[in-house]
């Protein structure tokens, strides 16, 4: 159920909604009312990736983005939502029926409500069923002057697989933590008459984030992860190793959306830790929640007693840039030019990251859960072989000046500007290049 109109703890199942509407989290000055003129080049995807991109673009702090040459085209970066943090949006709820709890907790009519007295009114509270509130994307033009489309989202469907299906040309650039994959380069060549080129730019990190306070070990294990998101271990006391004093305490997995790309990632790092284990879904603990993705207030808007026993996993890059107070709070108290700065920072305050300092996978069950995963550029192979200059005055054509160049100066995302700009994002710059084939291309 969705809160509306006064918090009131109520129990874990009422939470997960509820950090939906409070989030203070993903990425960047978004381009979400600017229509790109032809040659502008588009980039659609990943949330998790997409504040990198928005670097790259336009910049960070006193680091110059690609824009800020003032080119005649520009690099746009859309943003995965329509919210520049990276947070879904959702049917108003006070615009759903709902239905009112009195002060004893019984459910109660409209009109019985309105029958109470005003102090018994102040002491009810009315609650939306989870199942009746609905995710919205917001619509955005790709192009000056084409109708309005749903806004691509996330790594795969608004990444990988919006590029492969973009018969109109409008999108240049799909950002995506996936690989790509023999049918992928098939439907490709169908569907745009070209096949496709990753560029790997950089690489992030998934581990598993906790409460700062928490009864969580300080490792859990890839096999005990497993275990827990399959509802086979369900206390500490039964995780590999556990001497804490909370043995009997109910761990809560937190699970992110099914079409999350981090949710995928999750799932991907622990088949690859946990051989024969294909089948896993990772949503069958009975105590589990499901929170949006990357987002720190999923553990610390829970009840006091759940936030010490909740895990969920998190992305190493998200927690540096958390950190860093690029992220503004929300909310009608604190609207813009009114308060110090015009902005309240957020951070990754209450949360922590469980072996935080690693940076290699380990594919061994007995191994903590963490895996690495690319911050891709997908292209068309078209456009690296475009023989058309982008910018006037260049020879270059987009693809080999923003990402990919085999045969002239590196191109922007391997300069020291570009490799700043990926490092402020939080992520460590890694650059590898995977052909037609989807074999890795040597480099120089």
């Given at each position: ?19 939906a509407s409070t989030l203070a989290l993903s990425l960047t000055p978004a381009e979400a009312d600017f229509s790109p003129q032809p040659n502008d080049v588009v ?73 109470l007295s005003d102090a018994d009114k102040d002491l009810a509270t009315k609650y939306i069923k989870q199942g009746d509130v609905k995710l919205l994307n917001p ?259 987009w693809v080999k000046a923003l990402f990919y160049n085999p045969d002239g100066p590196k191109p922007f995302v391997r300069t020291p500007a570009g490799e700043q ?24």
């Open positions: 159920m969705f809160m509306l109109d006064r918090p009131k703890s109520v129990g874990a199942a009422f939470v997960a909604l509820a950090t980039s659609t995807g990943s949330d998790i990736i997409q504040n990198s991109f928005n670097f790259l673009a336009d910049g960070y702090h006193e680091l110059p983005g690609y824009n800020t040459a003032g080119n005649r085209w520009r690099f746009v970066n859309f943003d995965s939502s329509g919210d520049a943090q990276g947070r879904s949006a959702f049917t108003d709820p006070r615009l759903l029926a709902g239905q009112w709890i009195d002060k004893f907790g019984e459910t109660i009519t409209d009109q019985e409500y309105k029958d619509t955005i033009s790709l192009r000056a002057g084409q109708d309005l489309v749903v806004r691509p989202s996330g790594g795969g469907g608004g990444g990988r697989d919006a590029i492969i299906n973009d018969d109109q040309g409008w999108i240049d650039v799909g950002r995506s933590p996936d690989p790509l994959n023999e049918t992928n380069q098939n439907t490709a060549q169908t569907n745009l008459g070209s096949k496709l080129i990753r560029v790997q730019i950089a690489t992030d990190r998934q581990l598993i984030a906790t409460a700062e306070d928490t009864n969580a070990p300080a490792t859990i294990s890839a096999s005990d992860i497993l275990k827990i998101y399959s509802g086979t271990i369900t206390t500490w006391s039964q995780v590999t190793g556990y001497s804490g004093s909370a043995g009997a305490e109910k761990i809560i997995p937190l699970i992110l959306p099914t079409d999350a790309g981090m949710w995928n990632t999750f799932l991907a790092n622990v088949k690859r830790q946990n051989p024969g284990n294909s089948g896993f879904t990772g949503r069958a603990n009975p105590n589990q929640i499901q929170v949006q993705q990357n987002d720190p207030t999923a553990i610390t808007s829970l009840p006091a007693a759940d936030r010490k026993n909740a895990i969920v996993p998190f992305p190493r890059g998200r927690f540096r840039t958390l950190n860093t107070g690029y992220y503004t709070a929300t909310g009608t108290t604190n609207a813009y030019n009114t308060e110090n700065g015009h902005r309240t920072a957020t951070s990754a305050a209450g949360i922590k990251l469980l072996d935080g300092a690693t940076n290699t996978d380990v594919n061994q069950p007995s191994a903590p859960y963490g895996g690495n995963f690319a911050y891709n550029a997908i292209v068309r192979e078209k456009d690296l072989n475009s023989t058309t200059p982008w910018q006037p005055g260049s020879t270059l054509n700009l990926l490092t402020a994002a939080g992520v460590t710059p890694d650059y590898h290049v995977f052909g037609t084939n989807n074999a890795e291309i040597e480099l120089d």
